[in-house]
């Protein structure tokens, strides 16, 4: 069964500084790729998403993730991390094609700091 | 553009009852998806409607049904209601059945089961 896994539960940085969110999956061939982020009590919100060709996507608020299928990883980075970018953070799979079932891993909380 | 909304935002249960959870889709959206989050958890797919139509359902109980009506909106029942049902329930629609499109998520319900 597909899996995603995302190593990190919480992470804490400094405003202005990078940030890079890690995030593996396990699938029998490439899937798409989300990541989306959630503010305390709100839906979520789609960043991002991969389903073929560049490797390196661009997303909403300055982020970008970089689809490594060597390492079964989609990690998302951003090079100046704000302090409203505090939120959770979670990566998703989908198999292509078939209905849309996604699976979320548990997430990564991010916390900035002054 | 509208977004998706979700009515109540919250609700209080009794073990045993039932409840029903409603969602409008996006403007031009014609399949909605719905969600369990636990505390702490990414979300769990319960099951997607396409066109009215169930159209995959994750491992949920057969007590878990739902509806989309012809304008595309949805309802969520739960029947017989256990504690562990307490979760945020999302609601996302999206263009099209398949993975191709992201979600546009709701903001919600909060369902506590007590």
Known sequence: AQSVTQPDIHITVSEGASLELRCNYSYGATPYLFWYVQSPGQGLQLLLKYFSGDTLVQGIKGFEAEFKRSQSSFNLRKPSVHWSDAAEYFCAVALSGGYQKVTFGTGTKLQVIP | ?114
Not at chain 2, 1 to 13: A, D, M, N
Not at chain 2, 71 to 78: F, K, P
């Open chain 2, 1 to 114: 553009e509208t977004g998706v909304t979700q009515s109540p935002t919250h609700l209080i249960k009794t073990r045993g009852q039932q409840v029903t959870l409603r969602c409008s889709s996006q403007s031009g959206h014609n399949t909605v998806s719905w969600y369990q989050q636990a505390l702490g958890q990414g979300p769990q797919f319960i099951f997607q409607y396409y066109r009215e139509e169930e159209n995959g359902r994750g491992n949920f109980p057969p007590r878990f049904s739902g509806l989309q009506f012809p304008n595309y909106s949805s309802e969520l029942n739960v029947n017989a209601l256990e504690l562990d049902d307490s979760a945020l329930y999302l609601c996302a629609s999206s263009l099209a059945k398949t993975s191709n499109y992201g979600y546009t998520f709701g903001s919600g319900t909060r369902l506590t089961v007590v």
